[in-house]
């Protein structure tokens, strides 16, 4: 992650909305099991990310390891972040607008964090095309209907054969199974000509269409409003480093915060593009 600030001194803090916790960035796979709802198999893959990254910007970049949320509500409740604030010396001179933007030509762009949010959220518009794709061709093959009929058929003819030793008694008599039983086998085929023209399935899909199309916009209008926040944050810092140690705190904290929300929409897509580079 491109550093917000750049100086001489750095002094670190550790902060948390809960009080004492584990530190997300130094307690070991073994401290992290000790939490409620994290086993010692999502803590070892926890630790393995932060060491994959050097550092973890907050439990939401976690989410890149499709933990479910009371293991995420579990390490927000129970860890701190250690919060680095760098005393700034002096800031670097820039003469064009290409020159500052350059120093975040490795992050993700807001149409890269804006992809990463609509395949999180699952309203991408190739997956609600799909659906509706898939609903238009739904009836396009017949419903088969399959019926088998044993057929077992018995006399209800009785025999009766006279004993010739000893006249006027009767054998009893027995069931004559006949050998003409049939079984039969039917396939129907049904095309519903009606359902390719409007089906409830399709009219269902194009309802919830929309309303995924209502949820992508205001998804993308909050990763946007987001992204660009924490850009203005990043370029003041650059231009217009603060002298205070409060204010540079106030800074580190924001940051961290729209960091965080980007993960969240992004399921820490933000993150971890931001590792990469």
Known sequence: MHSLLAGLAVLTLTSTAHGAGLSL???SAADLATLDQVDANEASRIVALREERGSLSSVEALRVLDLDEPTLDALRIGTTMDLSITRVAGGKRYESVDQVMAEFAGEPTAQDLQAMAMTYTKTHPDLVQGWLTSS???YL???????????????DTNRYNEDLNNPG???????QD???????IQVKLEWRLDKLVISSERI???NEAQDIVKLRDKVLDEVTRLYFDRRRLQV?????????LQKQLDNELR??????????????????ALSKH
């Open 25 to 27: 960035n130094q307690s």
């Open 141 to 155: 093959l017949p419903k088969v209907n399959f019926e088998y009929q044993k057929d077992l058929n018995y006399s």
């Open 236 to 244: 003041d810092a650059l231009l217009d480093p603060p002298s205070s």
């Open 178 to 184: 006949k050998a003409d039983n049939n079984d039969t």
């Open 204 to 206: 269902r899909v194009i």
């Open 136 to 138: 238009r061709t739904a």
């Open 169 to 175: 008694t009767y054998l009893p008599y027995d069931y």
């Open 255 to 272: 940051l961290q915060e729209l960091t965080a929300n980007l993960d969240a929409y992004t399921g820490g897509g933000f993150s971890a």
